[in-house]
C-alpha cells in the first residue's frame, strides 16, 4: 500500500516558473526523499531530509518536512525543459516493517519551452 | 563509477513461465532492494538483500524470490507468472541500507502474455 499522498497529480507549468510539489504521509519516519524519474527510466534520488530536518536545498530544489502535519514539499525554481518528469517522495518508516522505503503515487511534471 | 546495472532491460513471457531478473549495484554498496512498478499499484517494496541475507521482505506472494551474492550482485525470480505479474521491476542499492538514499538501476521491464 502506498503511504505516500502526492499533490498535485499532474503540474503543466511554462519554463522559468517554479514548481511546487506535496507529499504527505501517515507514520513515524526516519527520513523522506524525492525522486525523479525520467520515462521509461530508474529513479534519480534528489534529496533525502531527516526527520530532525526542516528544510534543504540542493542547487535549484528546496525541500521542507513538517513532521507534526506529516508533510513535505518540494520545491523546484526556475523550471527548465529537462526538468519535465515524474517526481515522487518515499518515506523510510519508523520502526521498519514490512516496507524498505514507501512511496507515493507520484507527480507528474511538464515544462513548457 | 559504474551504476546500478539491470539486465535484462526487457523481457517477454508467457502464463505459467518463471523469469530471474539480475542487478549488479555500484561497487562497494552491500544493500539491494527491489521495487515493483506498475500504473496501479505505483512504485511498491519487494525485499532488501544485505551481506548475503534478506533484511526486509515486502507483501508478495511468495512466488517472488531474491537472492543476494558474495559480491553483492542480486537476483529475483518469478515463478508461475501471471499477467498482473506484468510491471517494471527495479533494483535498487546503497551501502548499508540505513537511512541513505538509494541508487536505482534503469529496471527491466517484464511483459506477460
Given amino acids: 500500500s502506498q503511504q505516500g499522498e502526492e499533490d498535485p497529480q499532474a503540474l503543466s507549468i511554462q519554463e522559468g516558473e517554479n514548481a511546487t510539489m506535496n507529499c504527505s504521509y501517515k507514520t513515524s519516519i526516519n527520513n523522506l526523499q524525492w525522486y525523479r524519474q525520467n520515462s521509461g527510466r530508474g529513479l534519480v534520488h534528489l534529496i533525502l531530509i531527516r526527520s530532525n530536518e526542516r528544510e534543504k536545498h540542493s542547487g535549484r530544489l528546496r525541500v521542507t518536512l513538517d513532521t507534526s502535519k506529516k508533510s513535505s514539499s518540494l520545491l523546484i525554481t526556475a523550471s527548465r525543459a529537462a526538468d519535465t518528469a515524474s517526481y515522487f517522495c518515499a518515506t523510510d518508516p519508523k520502526p521498519q516493517g514490512a516496507q524498505k522505503l514507501v512511496f507515493g503515487q507520484g507527480t507528474r511534471l511538464t515544462i513548457n519551452p | ?113
Fill in chain 2, 1 to 113: 563509477k559504474a551504476g546500478v546495472t539491470q539486465t535484462p532491460r526487457y523481457l517477454i513471457k508467457t502464463r505459467g513461465q518463471q523469469v530471474t531478473l539480475s542487478c549488479s549495484p555500484i561497487s562497494g554498496h552491500r544493500s539491494v532492494s527491489w521495487y515493483q512498478q506498475t500504473p496501479g499499484q505505483g512504485l511498491q517494496f519487494l525485499f532488501e538483500y544485505f551481506s548475503e541475507t534478506q533484511r526486509n521482505k515486502g507483501n508478495f506472494p511468495g512466488r517472488f524470490s531474491g537472492r543476494q551474492f558474495s559480491n553483492s550482485r542480486s537476483e529475483m525470480n518469478v515463478s508461475t507468472l501471471e499477467l498482473g505479474d506484468s510491471a517494471l521491476y527495479l533494483c535498487a542499492s546503497s551501502w548499508t541500507g540505513e537511512d541513505q538514499p538509494q541508487h536505482f538501476g534503469d529496471g527491466t521491464r517484464l511483459s506477460i502474455l
